[in-house]
């Protein structure tokens, strides 16, 4: 069994930035790919960014391309979304999740991961 606690959320104005990150226990880390996802009030959870096992890999999505980094460090097992430029469109409950499974696709269908935490909220006040 993997858990992953999410930290970090928080109210802020937009154009400000915020760090996010995912602490994650209980079988090897790097076995894992990473992803965070988002999820507003009455929408579905939408992929947000990937990386891959080593770190040396990563995916987002168009909407936050060029605003939000992802990183990992296997030897602190966790996993930090740089959130930067922040719009009020942004505003979400954020998630982080695992995948044990490995492919030439990157992973963003919320279904290809198999462990969650349970969030963090990201407010911006615009």
């Known amino acids: 069994q993997v858990q992953l606690v999410e930290s970090g959320g928080g109210l802020v104005q937009a154009g400000a930035s915020l760090r996010l990150s995912c602490a994650v226990s209980?079988?090897?880390?790097?076995?894992?790919?990473v992803a965070w996802f988002r999820q507003a009030p009455g929408k579905e959870r939408e992929f947000v960014a990937f990386?891959?096992?080593?770190?040396?890999?990563?995916h987002f999505a168009d909407s936050v391309k060029g605003r939000f980094t992802i990183s990992r460090n296997n030897a602190m097992n966790t996993a930090d979304l740089q959130m930067n430029s922040l719009k009020s469109e942004d505003t979400a409950l954020y998630f982080c999740?695992?995948?044990?499974?490995?492919?030439?696709?990157?992973?963003?269908?919320?279904?290809?991961?198999?462990?969650w935490g349970q969030g963090t909220q990201v407010t911006v006040s615009s």
């Open positions: 209980g079988r090897t880390f790097s076995d894992y790919a």
């Open positions: 999740a695992a995948a044990g499974r490995r492919g030439a696709i990157v992973p963003t269908s919320p279904d290809e991961y198999d462990y």
């Open positions: 990386v891959s096992w080593t770190g040396g890999g990563t």
